[in-house]
């Protein structure tokens, strides 16, 4: 299956999808002004590479140092995504990374832990950029 | 404008501690520009990196929901589009951030019944809601999320958020000026 790459700009993050080691990032900032029209190609390659089910395990690495509401929403449903593949045979494990003083992305990596068990959820707590 | 009055808006700016300022027509171009520029407006004003973070994620919602929700602008001859004021002050102890849209009488009682319900939520009850919301809006894929984005003020902000329509009621028919305003 072949890589599906993003490259940032200053509204939208870097996206990397690699099916052939198992790995999805997502670094940058997400504020878009149509967020679903953002997201939707990118939860359908998920998911496409999620279904075909060659997957055992797959590493997901977010740093989004700032996200809007409406990209919150669109986490949302990429978790989901990746919690119904996780209890579907492939262990997923989600590197959240969040900057120190950014309790909304402290906060939203506990949720993503209890609302999403089959994730394995790995906080990783960033020193804040200058 | 005459020079004098212009002297005398600069003047009233400084007094009410006024860090940054825009009015005009907002789309996604003018928010990523203003967003760079805000950023570092509050470098300069010293903000601290929480304070900072706090300010920005309330600004970007304000701005969104001008994109999204505001009724399109209010001057006959303008040009088209999504009119909207947006401030941020310096105080003693931090910041406010307030912004101003015009909405059609018929979005009022809408609004009005969402701002007073987050308004009255304790802090802890403004995250259980968000949490809520977050699940129900994942699944409703035509939501734009007012909802979030106004808990998502309230959750930065140190005092309830507050809010005035002007005029209040909308004249029938007619629109109406929201203002709202939270601390950081």
Request: charged residues 20%; proline residues 4%; contains cysteine.
């Amino acid at each position: 299956m072949e890589n599906f790459h993003l490259p940032p700009t200053s509204l939208t993050p870097e996206v990397s999808l690699n099916p052939a080691q198992g790995l999805l990032s997502m670094r940058g900032e997400s504020y878009p002004e149509h967020v679903l029209t953002f997201y939707a190609p990118i939860l359908e390659k998920i998911k496409h590479v999620l279904d075909a089910g060659k997957l055992n395990l797959l590493k997901v690495d977010m740093h989004i140092t700032y996200y809007n509401s409406a990209s919150a929403k669109a986490f949302h449903r990429i978790f989901h995504l990746l919690n119904h593949a996780a209890e579907n045979g492939c262990a997923v494990q989600l590197f959240w990374h969040f900057d120190e003083e950014d309790d909304m992305a402290r906060d939203l990596g506990k949720d993503i832990r209890e609302d999403f068990p089959a994730i394995q959820v790995v906080g990783v707590e960033m020193a804040a950029a200058v | 404008m005459q020079l004098a009055r212009f002297n005398q808006f600069v003047a009233h700016a400084a007094a009410s501690g006024v860090v940054f300022y825009h009015s005009g027509h907002l789309d996604e171009g003018t928010i990523a520009s203003i967003g760079a520029l805000l950023r570092r407006r509050l470098h300069e004003e010293g903000a601290n990196g929480a304070q900072s973070r706090k300010v920005f994620t309330t600004f970007m919602e304000m701005a969104q929901n001008i994109l999204h929700y505001a009724a399109v602008n209010g001057f006959e001859d303008g040009p088209t589009g999504k009119f909207g004021a947006l401030c941020v002050t310096r105080t003693g102890q931090g910041f406010e951030v307030m912004c101003g849209n015009y909405l059609s009488c018929d979005q009022v009682p809408r609004v009005r019944q969402r701002l007073e319900s987050v308004q009255a939520m304790e802090p802890h009850k403004v995250r259980e809601a968000y949490r809520r919301q977050l699940s129900s809006d994942a699944e409703d894929k035509d939501s734009k999320g007012a909802g979030l984005g106004l808990l998502t003020m309230a959750a930065s902000s140190r005092a309830p958020l507050e809010f005035v329509f002007d005029p209040d009621p909308p004249l029938e028919d007619g629109k109406t000026f929201l203002f709202l305003k939270t601390v950081i």
